[in-house]
Every structure is written in C-alpha cells, then in structure tokens.
C-alpha cells in the first residue's frame, strides 16, 4: 500500500514569492493533516481536513496561508508572499477517522532567505 | 487546550544500557490518546506506541510505555538501547473528542546511541 506522498520535496524561496505543496493521502483515509514542523521543534497543526470539510483551521496564519481538499482526496497547502519564519518542514499526514493513528509524509522542506 | 512536555531535548546512551524518555501532558479534554512517534533522518515520522488505557503497559519493538493519568505521563522506556534506536523522538496527545482526532506534539528528544 503506498504511502502518503508529499511534492516538491524541498524548495527554496526569497522572501515575498509564494509557493504550493502537495499531498496525496493513503487511499481511503478520510482525514487529512498538514503540520509545521520547525527546525528543532515538534510538529504542530496547521489545519485539517474530513473529507473536503476544514474541520479546524484555527493555527493557520490566514492571510498567507491556504489549503483546499476540493474532492476529499489531494489537498495543497499555499504560501503567499513567504517570510524567513516560515521557514520549516511542511508535512501531511493521513488518517482513518475510525482510528486514531497518523501516517505521515516525508515532508516539504522550505527555506525563505 | 492541552500541552505536552518532553524535558530533555538529547538522551545520550550507551549501547547495551537502558534508556527513559520523559513525556507529560496537561490536558481538559476527556477522551484522550497517547502517542510515540519515532523520525529517523530525512524520514516521515512513524508511529512506534500508542495507548488511551490507564496503567496498562504498551509494547513494541522492545520499546515499552504506561500511560499514568494520575501523574499525567507516558515515558518510553527501553531495557537495552541499540545503535540503530538513535534517532528523534516525539510524544503527542490525540484529542478524540467529538469525533476529534488531531495530534498535539512534544518538542522532541534525540536518542543517541553511542557504542
């Protein structure tokens, strides 16, 4: 079973560019995750997803950051006008609402210089 | 809101030698799970413990871990650390709430595991 599939795997930008990932959920999971993780810093949650309902998106900075799951499958997580702090790993995970575990992605590593 | 505290940010341990990871929480809600997820270096975290039953010990891959909620912990506990057990370790409480079902992570603490 494949797992959860995140691009691009790293990207660099200057300060103001904007930027998109990409996150392809295992197959079935109905939940969709996206963390930020910091240098030295445990993830935290940006938002998330049942299906294609935000179900919480109170962490998400909303003037710069968006994130869609229109179908209920894919979803993408939009930096507008990037800043140094966002600097970061960006990962997405996935899970079956019924069960409480989370599979995650191997990360989208951004640097804003 | 809950929290979860991991205190040391590097364990460092000899080989053959037993290890504790510390891990507690503060937390309103009441339907609650614990977690260990382990990341070793450029890869996804993955889950390693998970438990929501009070005192009950939890086990796998040699790792072992008891929820207390009279003391608010879940320390990850290893009787003979290996070399290949180095890598980032993180704690995290699952609200299941309502349905719920999101993750709130330590800081993490590096094992290192030294021959």
């Known amino acids: 079973e494949a797992g959860v599939t995140q691009s691009p795997r790293y990207a660099v930008l200057q300060e103001g560019q904007a930027v998109s990932f990409w996150c392809d959920p295992i197959s079935g999971h109905d939940t969709l995750y996206w963390y930020q993780q910091p240098r030295d810093q445990g993830p935290q949650l940006l938002v998330y997803?049942?299906?294609?309902?935000?179900?919480?998106n109170s962490q998400l900075p909303s003037d710069r950051f968006s994130a869609v799951r229109p179908k209920g499958t894919n979803s993408t997580l939009k930096i507008q006008s990037a800043k140094q702090g966002d600097t970061a790993t960006y990962l997405c995970?996935?899970?079956?609402?019924?069960?409480?575990?989370?599979?995650f992605g191997e990360g989208s590593r951004l640097i804003v210089v | 809101g809950d929290s979860v505290t991991q205190t040391e940010g590097l364990v460092t341990v000899t080989e053959g030698l037993p290890v504790k990871l510390n891990c507690t929480y503060q937390?309103?809600?009441?339907?609650?799970?614990f977690f260990w997820y382990v990341q070793y270096l450029n890869e996804a975290p993955q889950v390693l413990l998970k438990?929501?039953?009070?005192?009950k010990r939890t086990e796998h891959q040699g790792f072992h871990a008891t929820l207390h909620k009279s003391s608010s912990s879940f320390h990850l506990q290893k009787s003979s650390a290996q070399l290949s057990d180095s890598a980032l370790y993180y704690c995290a409480l699952s609200d299941l709430t309502g349905g719920n079902n999101k993750l709130t992570f330590g800081q993490g603490t590096v094992l290192s595991v030294i021959p």
């Open positions: 937390t309103t809600y009441l339907t609650i799970a």
């Open positions: 995970a996935s899970s079956l609402n019924s069960g409480n575990t989370l599979y």
């Open positions: 997803f049942r299906d294609e309902a935000v179900i919480d």
């Open positions: 438990s929501s039953t009070d005192n």
